[in-house]
């Protein structure tokens, strides 16, 4: 998924102020403060400029990303904000050429984890090369060792947490695809 954002430096295509098109008055769902989905309130769309400078910044860290995964911290914007300037830029311009990009875009975002989550996977990740590393030798004293490696590791709570990422993206893909429909049934 990744690989698509730097083959043929799509990025380019994608957030080039020609394919960004006007503010035509398309309103977005707010997200209720009591965390429920369905929205209470609309709010008034993002001005083209700020729906521009929120994905391009967006789309060089996924540039710069060299793993499924990353820290939120990452991100130049708060996830919502992202999210809602790409999903505004999809409803405002359906039939845009870049929109497959747009939408793996949108999908990606629940890949960016808070830190202790990134730390979680990062420290099994770490440990799972570990235990092949020292399995690989064939001694088999070194594989009860990895073995034992394993044993230690929170492998339970990172499958859980990879689970989830999985979840949510292919939710959010349907979120996104679901504009071509109507705009008030994908309740950001």
């Not at 977005?28 to 700020?50: H, I, N, V, Y």
Request: glycine letters at 4%; a positive charge; aromatic letters at 6%.
């Amino acid at each position: 998924m990744m690989t698509s954002w730097k083959k043929g430096r799509l990025l380019k295509k994608v957030f080039d102020r020609r394919v960004i098109s006007r503010n035509r008055g398309v309103w977005a769902p707010e997200r209720p403060a009591d965390g429920s989905s369905l929205p209470l309130r609309f709010t008034a769309p993002m001005d083209r400029d700020l729906r521009y400078e929120i994905i391009s910044a967006y789309g060089q860290v996924l540039e710069q990303c060299n793993s499924p995964v990353q820290n939120e911290a990452k991100l130049p914007y708060p996830k919502e904000t992202i999210r809602r300037a790409i999903y505004e830029e999809v409803h405002e311009n359906p039939d845009n050429t870049v929109r497959s990009t747009l939408e793996i875009a949108f999908a990606q975002l629940e890949s960016f984890l808070p830190s202790q989550e990134y730390g979680t996977l990062q420290a099994f990740k770490r440990a799972v090369e570990l235990a092949q590393q020292t399995a690989s030798s064939g001694n088999p004293v070194d594989i009860i060792r990895s073995l034992r490696l394993l044993k230690e590791i929170d492998g339970e709570k990172a499958v859980s947490i990879g689970e989830r990422i999985s979840r949510k993206m292919r939710s959010r893909l349907a979120q996104i695809r679901s504009t071509r429909s109507s705009p008030a049934d994908a309740g950001l």
